[in-house]
T-cell receptor, first 115, second 113 residues
Framework: NAGVTQTPKFRVLKTGQSMTLLCAQD?????MYWYRQDPGMGLRLIHY???????AKGEVPDGYNVSRLKKQNFLLGLESAAPSQTSVYFC??????????????FGPGTRLLVL | AQSVAQPEDQVNVAEGNPLTVKCTYS??????LFWYVQYPNRGLQFLLK??????LVKGSYGFEAEFNKSQTSFHLKKPSALVSDSALYFC???????????FGKGTRLHILP
């Protein structure tokens, strides 16, 4: 199993450009999450999904959109990139909501630089 | 809304000494608590969790954590630190009635040889 994979690994954007980050998991997990990691801020939750076709806002959703059309994929979109969105983005998944399914599995991260 | 505080940005410990990384939390209901570790240029890895039951939970690599409801704390501990324990450690919380998992700002642990 590949686990959680993220595409691309690194990207440079100009202000105003758009892009989509792809997260894929092959563990048949129901829950998926997008976080951003910034120095001194830790991990902050952007959006999450509790199943195929569902999405919900996290702590810092502004400027981002997400879609979960297929269970294995969770897409994070930036419609008009801003320098404040320069960050490292992590995707995570977990099997479900039961107490023995609480462990999150993280991808390797996508480093995004917005100029 | 739930929140997590890690009061120390960095903790330095000599190899072989015991280590503690502090975490306090705030939830309106019952907490599910987690510790994750991040090595340079990697994603986060699960260490341990408290869901219910015994307040002392044991996890990977010899780490353990104690859930203290009265102090709303979940400190990470290890009896004898290794240089290889040097990494960034994150505490996280989920309120039982909420699907969001919220992370703290992280504590950088330096084990000095």
């Amino acid at each position: 199993n590949a686990g959680v994979t993220q595409t691309p690994k690194f990207r440079v954007l100009k202000t105003g450009q758009s892009m989509t980050l792809l997260c894929a998991q092959d563990m048949n997990h129901e829950y998926m999450y997008w976080y951003r990691q910034d120095p001194g801020m830790g991990l902050r939750l952007i959006h999450y999904s509790v199943g195929e076709g569902t999405t919900a806002k996290g702590e810092v959703p502004d400027g981002y959109n997400v879609s979960r059309l297929k269970k294995q994929n969770f897409l994070l979109g930036l419609e008009s990139a801003a320098p404040s969105q320069t960050s490292v983005y992590f995707c995570a998944s977990k099997r479900g909501a039961a107490i023995n399914q609480e462990t999150q599995y993280f991808g390797p991260g996508t480093r995004l630089l917005v100029l | 809304a739930q929140s997590v505080a890690q009061p120390e940005d960095q903790v330095n410990v000599a190899e072989g000494n015991p280590l503690t990384v502090k975490c306090t939390y705030s939830v309106s209901g019952n907490p599910y608590l987690f510790w994750y570790v991040q090595y340079p240029n990697r994603g986060l890895q699960f260490l341990l969790k408290y869901i219910t039951g015994d307040n002392l939970v044991k996890g990977s690599y010899g780490f353990e954590a104690e859930f203290n409801k009265s102090q709303t704390s979940f400190h990470l501990k290890k009896p004898s630190a290794l240089v290889s324990d040097s990494a960034l450690y994150f505490c996280a919380v989920r309120d039982k009635g909420d699907d969001k998992i919220i992370f703290g700002k992280g504590t950088r642990l330096h084990i000095l040889p």
